[in-house]
């Protein structure tokens, strides 16, 4: 494998459209991903990220557009891709009487004949089990897992064969706090140690920007917003938000440029009280962009979203 | 390593694993355990009972044996895998196959390997009784032993591969009645198994002779009845070379068939079509 972890890219779509009969999911979604990157897909339910990300799985043979993932066409590509590439399924009742030990240790035998130098294929199942935190349960009955078990072992499952490219549709779903704190730091760990591409949809805005290098936001059908959380506060408002209290009463004061605003507010009151600058939020940024989109959708809307934001 | 040797090698694993798993089971193993019971018990009860034919005498048993065994044999290689299979598009276990390299070819494999050993339990329990508490079950000794087995593996490479064109095709598990069932048991109904073909009409007996069933319950009753009873069959005759080219050629077909069949169905296999299905048996449990 290439050591140009930088600027490979192993993933590329490009005007990638979905059509079922008359309706439209997809309607030209282009964007690309680097070889290490962690990238999120956020957007509203119904915007087509599971299709989108279906159709990079090769589970899904897109109405039009061109889709390139790891040198290959998805739909098309031969039974080797498959070791490279690992998908996070959302699990439903599937191998009921299986234990999560002997179903990882079965689907971890196809990989046998993939090991590569340095990509040793697949994960030893005791390492597995103990990463996804499921040592108690790994000899238990797969029907008998709770929701978030069954998600861990769904995360198993999709790395048991150690992918360059990891696919994840809404890996979190169903995961309380401690689950969910679990979930991050492997993700962290497959992308800092085993040098994983990670591709996820969510939900939630929060684990969007802890996990993520890039946010790709889908709404009406294609990408309205690619970048880091930052740039994407940045691009819907610069303005930063600042109160604080005098005499017991409240104040609020938009502002470009907050840090120069604190300075005078400070110079000039002693009294100032509970000061707080809050720049706008990943929460913010999402729902003004689909808001915009999803109301006023013009083809231009994207140009005009980042000209009034200049 | 070939990574499709090691595929087909992984899921032959896979289907031992699953047989045993279903040897554990009481819910599997009491379905089966309780058919082979009753079947045993009605044999038992006519354990006694004699058919004289030309000047001969044989156990009734003789004569019951060879539906019993066709029919379980088409039965379980047929609804067996066609019904686990559409309850796997369903439930995500073929989707979890697909994304894993050669996992179709695995999963099938494991098919394979345990819908044939899945014959073995109710077999040995109508079989075993049959062979050594019961009196002169096989007029024909050894040989006639040999046969059952040849005619039972002919009959696995026929109906297999129907089972897994059915269950790659059908709609969805809810469909599976009219849509494998109800043709199925018809089949079953014609083929001579429970019914002497020759009290159906002409044009009905063409038809069944078509299709395997009727083939495999005539290489059963082969192996069992004595050589004059063949005076009864169609054409006076075993037709043993018919028999064997007949399973054979339902094997190929079912080969050359079943896997652009299977190949559909994992093409079609998504999450969202997992979801579909949950979302609509969902429905059902309400």
């Keep these: ?310 | 390593m070939n990574p499709v040797r090691n595929a087909v090698r992984t899921g032959a694993r896979r289907g031992w694993f699953e047989f045993k798993q279903s040897l554990r089971s009481p819910q599997d193993q009491g379905f089966y355990v309780f058919m082979a019971l009753a079947i045993l018990g009605y044999l038992f009860m006519n354990r006694n009972n004699t058919v004289d034919f030309d000047q001969a005498s044989f156990s009734y048993i003789t004569l019951a044996l060879p539906g019993i065994l066709a029919g379980l044999i088409a039965f379980g290689l047929v609804m067996g895998p066609g019904y686990a299979l559409a309850m796997e598009r369903e439930d995500g276990t073929l989707l979890r196959a697909k994304a894993v390299p050669y996992g179709i070819v695995g999963h099938i494999s494991g098919h394979v390997v345990s819908n044939t050993l899945g014959l073995v339990p109710t077999f040995g329990i109508i079989l075993v009784p049959a062979a050594f508490i019961f009196d002169n079950v096989m007029p024909q000794g050894g040989s006639g032993w040999l046969t059952v087995l040849g005619v039972t593996i002919l009959g696995i490479l026929a109906m297999l591969p129907l089972g897994l064109a059915l269950g790659a095709s059908v709609p969805s598990v809810q469909k599976m009645g009219t849509w494998g069932m109800l043709p199925f048991v018809g089949l079953i109904a014609i083929s001579g198994i429970f019914v002497p073909m020759q009290s159906l009409w002409a044009w009905v007996q063409v038809v069944a002779q078509f299709f395997p069933v009727y083939w495999l319950a005539l290489g059963m009753r082969s192996a069992f009845l004595p050589e004059a009873f063949a005076a009864y069959e169609i054409g006076g005759s075993w037709r043993t070379g018919m028999t064997v080219a007949v399973l054979l050629a339902w094997a190929i077909v079912g080969l050359v068939v079943a896997p652009r069949l299977l190949r559909r169905m994992a093409r079609r296999q998504s999450g969202s079509a997992v979801e579909a299905a949950k979302e609509q048996a969902l429905q059902w449990v309400r």
């Design chain 1, 1 to 310: 494998m290439s050591m140009n972890h930088t600027s490979e890219t192993i993933v590329e779509v490009s005007d990638l459209q979905m059509r079922y009969g008359t309706n439209d999911v997809l309607t030209g979604v282009s964007f690309t991903v680097n070889r290490g990157e962690v990238v999120t897909l956020l957007g509203p339910n119904g915007a087509g990220k599971t299709t989108t990300i279906e159709v990079l799985e090769g589970f899904r043979i897109p109405s039009a557009g061109s889709v390139r993932v790891l040198d290959e066409q998805p739909a098309t590509a031969p039974e080797k891709w498959r070791a490279q590439v690992g998908v996070v399924l959302q699990s439903w009742r599937d191998h009921p009487r299986w234990t999560p030990r002997t179903l990882l240790k079965h689907l971890g035998e196809y990989y046998v004949p993939f090991t590569e130098p340095g990509r040793e294929r697949p994960y030893d199942t005791d390492q597995l089990i103990d990463m996804v935190g499921l040592s108690e349960q790994a000899d238990q009955k797969i029907r008998t897992l709770s929701g978030g078990q069954r998600r861990r072992l769904d995360v198993a499952v999709g790395i048991v064969g150690r992918p360059q490219l990891l696919f994840l549709d809404e890996p979190t779903a169903g995961f309380d706090p401690q689950a969910r704190r679990d979930f991050h730091d492997l993700i962290h760990r497959l992308s800092d140690l085993e040098e994983t591409t990670i591709l996820l949809t969510t939900h939630d805005l929060d684990e969007a920007e802890k996990l993520a290098d890039r946010i790709l936001i889908l709404a009406a059908g294609r990408i309205v917003a690619d970048g880091s959380a930052d740039e994407l506060a940045r691009r819907v408002t610069r303005e930063a938000e600042v109160r604080w209290t005098r005499n017991e009463e409240q104040f609020v004061h938009s502002t470009p440029d907050a840090t120069a605003y604190v300075r005078d507010l400070l110079a000039q009151h002693h009294d100032v009280a509970e000061l707080e600058v809050r720049r706008a939020t990943l929460e913010d940024t999402y729902i003004a962009m689909v808001q915009q989109f999803e109301s006023g959708y013009a083809p231009d809307a994207a140009l005009a979203l980042e000209e009034t934001t200049r």
